[in-house]
């Protein structure tokens, strides 16, 4: 597709691929077009799903970082700020930009873009909230934007600019994944409270119902990764025939019907697993029940066991959309390795000859093949670099690369296809990057 380039982003539609290179970011429309500068380095970057805009931003400098929204048929990103600061929020079709700016006075600004009034050279900036605040944290769902200081939150609805200040609330809070839900917990009535953002009234209520040995506790976070349940995090002081041991871990999850606990001995945060949220969980350290610290745990968005054995894994789990399936790479280094399978109970197994597969395995977008880049020996003792398909039943080779794969990939279905980075060694030792389609 391109050299000397590092990739960056393609959209859905397979219309434009955005790549890096020393001197800026660059677009090209695909499938055919060649290059073009439209912006300085930019670490990241989303394109809408209808193509029509990106929005990019640079690495941070002193704590701030450049934004940019750009369109394609124009000739150069605009430039919605030089200083924001923290995560850049964007709508799912982009209909806003939002991001915050800290004046020389220390007051932290909410700052937004509604990008259907932005022209090629300009775009008039909204300043909805202004806190006098010193690290406060910007989220968003659907079409809500949220600032959370601790334990204070507000809501900004972007369509009418209205902003609610919900205040000091009585323990960690949480905005849903589409914005339609918020709220938070009830740290001393061990309730959970659920309403609904349009509206403000409350759906439910729910409290959860620890087991007695639990003397005391103390609400760590709360998390919604859907639109029906609510994940808390919470440590106790347990009372276990003895002293009191501090710091036992557990989580519940919540729905409108009730609570329920889904881990104990287990102190669970958030990840990301191949590009969706789940809760990553550590075993408490045994220390007088004469029992071993368990194993870490994978767990999605409603607190179900996705993968909890990771004994033997050199890398991974990779997993598909919605968790069902997960693909590890296991052995031991130098001896025999293998791909595995699992779905639920059934499980599935590839022995690799070496040399070991690299990371990233990737699910390939029809959810029933993984990619992943192993090596082939040669007759003289030397390797090639091959892609390679494996749908639990046969291996595929697609074929050689010229060099090894880079730092990212990017799936793309209708037609499914796999854009990646490749280094390419040159005789004097140095590496040249370029970017490569892979039909699928």
Known sequence: MTRDARLLQV??????????????TYAQALPTGEPVRIADVAVGADISADSQTAVLWSAEVNGERTVWLWRPGTPEALVLSQKARGTVRYGAAQGYVAF???????????????????????????????????????????TTVSLVDGLHRWLIDVPSGT???????????????????????????????????????QLWEQGANHAPVYLEWTYTGAFMFN?????????????????????????????????????????????????????????????????????????????????????GVLAGPFFNQGFADAVSLRGVAGQQLWLEWTRQESLWK???????????????????????????????????????????????DLGL?????????????????????????NADGTTTPSIIRVEL
Do not use: K
């Not at 539609?13 to 790549?19: A, C, K, N």
């Not at 690369?401 to 980075?421: E, I, S």
């Open 100 to 142: 915050l700016e800290r004046d020389d006075a220390g007051a932290t600004s909410v700052r937004l873009a509604v990008t259907a009034s932005c022209t090629p050279g300009d775009c008039a900036l909204q300043t909805p909230l202004q806190v006098q605040t010193h690290a406060p944290v910007l989220e968003s769902g659907g």
């Open 163 to 201: 902003v609610t200040d919900l205040g000091s609330l009585p323990g960690p809070s949480f905005l849903s994944p589409a914005g339609t839900r918020y709220g938070w917990v009830v740290e001393d009535a061990r309730h959970v409270r659920v309403f609904d953002t349009a509206t403000g009234a």
């Open 227 to 311: 639109e029906a349940s609510v994940l808390v995090t919470a440590f106790a002081t347990e009372q276990w025939g003895g002293p009191s041991l501090p710091d036992s871990h557990f989580m519940d999850t919540c729905w409108d019907q009730g609570c329920r606990q889904v881990t104990g001995l287990y102190a669970c945060s958030p990840v990301v697993l191949s590009g969706q949220p789940a809760m990553h969980c550590l075993s408490d350290p045994c220390i007088t029940r004469g029992c071993t610290t368990g194993a870490p745990e994978l767990r999605n968005g409603e607190g179900a066991l996705i993968h909890g054995n990771s004994s």
């Open 350 to 396: 590839l022995n690799l000859d070496a040399p070991a597969p690299t990371a990233p395995i990737q699910f390939l977008p029809d959810q029933q093949r993984v990619l992943f880049h192993q090596p082939v020996s040669r007759e003289d003792g030397t390797f090639e670099n091959h892609l390679w398909t494996w749908d639990r039943f046969e291996r595929v």
């Open 11 to 24: 959209d859905e539609g397979q219309r434009v691929l955005l790549s890096v290179r020393a001197d800026g």
């Open 401 to 425: 690369l010229d060099g090894t794969p880079g730092p990212t990939r990017l799936m793309r279905d209708h037609p499914p296809t796999a854009y990646l980075d490749v280094d390419t060694a």
